[in-house]
């Protein structure tokens, strides 16, 4: 159990959350002490504590299990430029009406949130041309996961679902509390500072896997960006952006 020391309980806990790349709601702190500030130096003792992600190990192994399935039953062979969707990696569908698509897709993500111990309402929104289901519940950190990890996983399970069932083509995002209005913003800055820096260094720089709609916000605010472009590489779900100097 990792334990983490600072002058005050704040700051041991603002390290801890950095070292682990999570949220305070994400992780169980205890306190072990919470410190002395001591006189004029003498008696001063640091405060301790622990943290603990809430993400069990079997969060995260269920989800990669149910993700590796997915990729066995649609493995095919694709070439590593442009995007591609999941609907791409399907040989078979059903042909449901929209409506009845997404009614399995929620029925889908609850027995899903079930199996994660995090049960979870499922609310759905349409957005432009997006439906966003809304997953609510009071363990919202282990369906969002380390990054995004579990919530990305989920996001990639969900669009391959429906893919399958939909007879149209319907686009989906899976969001857990207001995580996908935060990494929105998030997406916007890390695009705009990855061109400074290939600018920068005339280097290119490799992103973290993301989610494909997340691959496109960034491949669209730097689609006018003169000095630099775009492309993604990797398999899905682990396919990430390439930002490099424009030929």
């Given at each position: 159990m990792p334990i983490y020391e600072a002058a005050t309980v704040d700051e041991a806990?603002?390290?801890?959350l950095n070292e682990l790349g999570l949220a305070k709601e994400q992780v169980a702190i205890e306190i072990l002490d919470e410190g002395k500030k001591g006189f004029l130096g003498m008696g001063k003792r640091n405060a301790k504590l622990s943290i603990e992600p809430n993400i069990s190990?079997?969060?995260s192994e269920t989800i990669e299990e149910t993700v590796e399935e997915v990729l066995e039953e649609t493995s095919v062979q694709t070439e590593n430029t442009g995007e591609i969707?999941?609907?791409?990696?399907?040989?078979?569908?059903?042909e449901l009406g929209d409506d009845a698509a997404l009614?399995?897709?929620a029925t889908y993500l609850t027995e899903i949130s079930q199996q994660?111990?995090?049960?979870?309402?499922v609310k759905m929104?349409?957005?432009?041309n997006l439906i966003v289901f809304h997953l609510e519940t009071d363990k919202q950190g282990l369906?969002?996961?380390?990054?995004?990890?579990?919530?990305?996983?989920?996001?990639?399970l969900a669009q391959v679902f429906i893919h399958r069932v939909a007879g149209n083509k319907l686009s989906v995002v899976v969001n857990v509390g207001n995580y996908r209005?935060?990494?929105?913003?998030?997406?916007?800055?890390?695009?705009?500072?990855?061109a400074e820096k290939v600018l920068r260094t005339g280097q290119p720089v490799f992103l973290e896997p993301m989610p494909a709609f997340e691959r496109k916000q960034i491949h669209a605010a730097l689609s006018k960006h003169d000095g630099v472009q775009t492309h993604s590489e990797g398999d899905e779900p682990y396919r990430y952006l390439v930002v490099e100097p424009a030929k």
């Open positions: 806990v603002e390290i801890g190990e079997v969060v969707e999941p609907e791409d990696l399907i040989e078979e569908k059903s009614s399995e897709l994660l111990n995090a049960p979870a309402v929104t349409r957005e432009a369906l969002i996961g380390k990054h995004g990890k579990t919530l990305n996983a989920l996001q990639y209005e935060k990494r929105q913003e998030i997406i916007q800055r890390l695009a705009e500072r990855t």
